[in-house]
């Protein structure tokens, strides 16, 4: 079955940008019929949806955080990857990796364990 | 954005008994060409990700004990647990795919009388 892991540093320092990747196993990206998205939860706090990617590159931003975001997807490794600009405290959070079958009907089904970053100096 | 809002924020209920959480979209999250509506709910414990339990407000996802329902159309939503289990206990989101960007309600967390 399909799992996704993410990994990254789990402390950026403000200003600077943070980027994650998520790992895809027991399934392809590229075989079509899901996107791929980011979702984040700050501490104790509801969920935050960040984007998501298609297998062939086109992307959606949540409009809070488009001129921040960034994700591509590298096919071939079968996964796909997140950056955020100019972190700040407020970017403190547990972050997630979802596939996302938003276009099936099927909505987020499978979720990453999460991986919890710190914007602190 | 298509705002989404639970009811209660909490709530408490004996094992065995019902949990009713309710949900509320800004608008109507039904797609009239196919008739479906597109909101979700989850399941969230501590420490874990969110679990998907209900797809197209009424859909069970594979694996989810059919003690879980829901149900409603249009801009108002219902999730039902018919008879509380200790595992039950956890916070449970609403969220909205019918148009972009997607969205969660605040959260219920629901806890043992």
């Known amino acids: 079955q399909v799992q996704l892991q993410e990994s990254g540093p789990g402390l950026v320092k403000p200003s600077q940008t943070l980027s994650l990747t998520c790992n895809v196993s027991?399934?392809?990206?590229?075989?079509?019929?899901?996107?791929w998205s980011w979702i984040r939860q700050h501490p104790g706090k509801g969920l935050e949806w960040i984007g998501y990617?298609?297998?062939?590159?086109?992307?959606y931003y949540n409009p809070s955080l488009r001129s921040r975001v960034t994700m591509t997807v590298d096919t071939t490794e079968n996964q796909f990857s997140l950056k955020l600009t100019s972190a700040t405290a407020a970017d403190t959070a547990v972050y997630y990796c979802?596939?996302?079958?938003?276009?099936?009907?099927?909505?987020?089904?499978?979720w990453g364990q999460g991986t919890m970053v710190t914007v602190s100096s | 954005d298509i705002v989404m809002t639970q009811s209660p924020d909490s709530l408490a209920v004996s094992l065995g008994e019902r949990a009713t959480i309710n949900c509320r979209s800004s608008?109507?999250?039904?797609?009239?060409?196919?008739?479906?509506?597109?909101l979700a709910w989850y399941q969230q414990k501590p420490g874990q990700p969110p679990k998907l339990l209900i797809y197209?407000?009424?859909s069970r996802e594979s694996g989810v004990p059919d003690r879980f329902s829901g149900s409603g159309s249009g801009t108002d939503f219902t999730l039902t647990i018919s008879s509380l289990q200790a595992e039950d206990v956890a916070v449970y989101y609403c969220?909205?795919?019918?148009?972009?960007?997607?969205?969660f309600g605040q959260g219920t967390r629901v806890d043992f009388k």
């Open positions: 979802v596939r996302d079958g938003s276009a099936a009907g099927t909505a987020f089904d499978i």
């Open positions: 027991g399934g392809s990206i590229s075989s079509g019929g899901y996107y």
């Open positions: 990617i298609y297998h062939s590159g086109s992307t």
């Open positions: 608008q109507s999250v039904l797609y009239s060409s196919n008739n479906k509506n597109y």
């Open positions: 197209w407000a009424s």
């Open positions: 969220q909205q795919y019918y148009r972009g960007p997607w969205t």
